[in-house]
């Protein structure tokens, strides 16, 4: 005899990027399974795998999870976390003065979801300039976190959307990669820089986490930022 099957609740919640409201239910038991081997693993492509699979499997209307920005996805997975778990999550933080780790009780509902309002737009000279995008899910699943400026040169030759000037612009399938590296390689300091701070201003879920450590008392004052910040 056949077993029963469960029926599932359905919820909504919105995209951040593109703002759009989709559908989704909670993960099962075996999608948590696949989450959880992936986390124990430490390897980021197949924890990057994991949560896009369980995205996929879990939202009902169509979108393309590879192209969804890292926010986007951090702001999915919450969502489903949330429904699919609990809406509470331990966390062991650091503190700041004697460094002993306290266990602190998050409230996902208090975690602050981001809005795309970065300014995409950076002017490197008064007629040159770069039209930037979010980094996607895939641009940072072949990423070494530890490969220092080759890879960050990496990153930002993906994301680099077009380029213009005077006389007008350059989608990024109209030049190669080499004449991306040499245009690159050839700005100043400050010019870089502009571009490094629309990485260092690029939306994130964020936890502003006020806890007394358990050891020293200390109060300890921390921002939490990404996804790996409450689920590692």
Do not use: W
């Not at 999608?31 to 499997?57: F, G, P, T, Y």
């Not at 009902?60 to 996805?73: C, R």
């Amino acid at each position: 005899m056949a077993l029963p099957q469960l029926n599932t609740a359905r919820y909504t919640t919105v995209i951040p990027s593109i703002k759009k409201e989709v559908s989704f239910r909670p993960y099962l038991v075996k999608e948590e399974k696949v989450l959880m081997i992936a986390l124990e693993s430490n390897d980021q492509k197949q924890i990057i795998r994991a949560v896009k699979d369980v995205i996929k499997s879990c939202v009902f209307d169509e979108i393309d999870v590879n192209k969804l920005s890292m926010f986007d996805i951090e702001a999915l997975f919450l969502a489903l976390r949330s429904k699919s778990v609990g809406e509470k999550v331990d966390v062991r933080l650091k503190c700041t003065e004697c460094e002993h780790l306290t266990d602190v009780h998050i409230d996902l509902d208090d975690i602050k979801i981001p809005t795309s309002d970065v300014e995409n737009t950076i002017s490197l000279t008064d007629s040159v300039g770069l039209i930037m995008r979010y980094p996607a899910i895939d641009d940072l699943a072949d990423i070494n976190q530890e490969g220092g400026v080759d890879e960050m040169m990496k990153i930002i030759s993906k994301c680099i959307d077009s380029v213009y000037d005077d006389d007008g612009v350059y989608d990024h399938n109209t030049y190669t990669t080499k004449e991306l590296e040499d245009f690159l390689d050839n700005l100043n300091s400050e010019q870089f820089k502009k571009i490094s701070d629309f990485f260092q201003d690029l939306p994130a879920i964020t936890y502003d986490a006020n806890f007394n450590c358990a050891n020293c008392k200390h109060n300890n004052k921390i921002e939490l930022r990404g996804l790996q910040s409450f689920f590692t």
